[in-house]
């Protein structure tokens, strides 16, 4: 493998895992509870975050599950029973009025529009269900523990690693690859014959009588 090729394989390593943190830089997720209590005035509140490194919201919608229908979007001029409010272009609160018994047993799901790179990209997040109030269930405050802190990880956190240590590994490589060939090359040099010093051998002087 001759220094020319070394350089040419580094430099499409580099360029595929440029490629790959590029696309993972560009992903994002959803982010809204999982379970939400309703407040003891029959309201609740719904919180909907992305984690896109962009400002630019297209769109966000609050969904019902089984059947879907649209609750609130964003510019929408009047949403039935739910107020939305914009807390920052990351984050979204949708409050919900007079709930009902069968509104308490579905599941509602968030859903946004980016605008990355001129192209649109739409996630939703998992479904949040409803729950009542501890005071109106009956159940003591003190047998029930917070839930756990909610702490996602960014999207390909692990790709990243595992690219950072194939392309730490590939530039080893292409370093002894090149110490080899270029202490081949000097060996070869020295053993060239035209570079040799040529040394006239004189005849000793005969004896005559």
Do not use: W
Not at 77 to 97: A, G, K, Q
């Amino acid at each position: 493998m001759t220094a020319g090729s070394v350089n040419i394989f580094i430099l499409i390593i580099f360029t595929v895992y440029l490629s790959f943190i590029f696309h993972t830089s560009y992903g994002f997720e959803v982010i809204q509870p999982e379970l939400q209590t309703m407040n003891q005035d029959g309201s609740a509140f719904i919180s909907c975050e992305h984690t896109a490194n962009v400002s630019s919201v297209e769109d966000v919608r609050l969904y019902t599950i089984s059947p879907k229908t649209l609750l609130c979007q964003k510019g929408m001029d009047r949403c039935e029973n739910v107020v939305m409010y914009s807390e920052s272009p990351e984050r979204y609160l949708f409050i919900m009025l007079n709930i009902s018994s069968e509104a308490m047993d579905m599941a509602y799901q968030c859903e946004f529009t980016l605008k990355e790179d001129r192209l649109l990209s739409t996630k939703t997040g998992k479904p949040t269900r409803l729950q009542k109030s501890q005071k109106e269930t009956g159940q003591d405050c003190t047998s029930l523990s917070p839930p756990p802190p909610f702490s996602p990880v960014p999207e390909g956190l692990n790709l990243f690693i595992i690219l950072t240590g194939l392309l730490a590994v590939m530039i080893l490589y292409s370093c002894v690859i090149t110490c080899a060939y270029i202490r081949r090359r000097m060996n070869d040099d020295s053993k060239d014959p035209e570079n040799s010093t040529y040394v006239e051998m004189r005849k000793a002087p005969s004896n005559s009588c």
